[in-house]
């Protein structure tokens, strides 16, 4: 049982690495053909994709990455 909680902390702990990446490519602007750029939205979308139906933007800013990174971690955090 342990492995199966330590395998969801190092998920968790990719998929918020793997968010930010993305919102720090974003100010950029990559190609959308790049091979990193592809794999990090194929990897954020499933879970970036429903908070936006929830998440209204603020002005130019989308919310969505830092609500599903403090999602990610209290989900660490609630682990024994």
Not at 6 to 23: E, H, M, N, V
Not at 44 to 62: K, Q, Y
Request: glycine fraction near 2%; charge should be positive; proline fraction near 9%.
């Amino acid at each position: 049982m342990a492995a199966f909680f330590t395998f969801i902390r190092i998920l968790c702990d990719a998929l918020s690495i793997a968010i930010i990446l993305r919102a720090l490519m974003s100010w950029f602007s990559p190609m959308p053909t790049n091979m990193l750029t592809i794999f990090l939205y194929r990897i954020t979308e499933p879970i970036l994709a429903p908070l936006r139906r929830i998440i209204p933007r603020v002005g130019m800013f989308d919310l969505t990455p830092m609500v599903a990174i403090i999602i990610l971690q209290l989900i660490v955090a609630f682990l024994p």
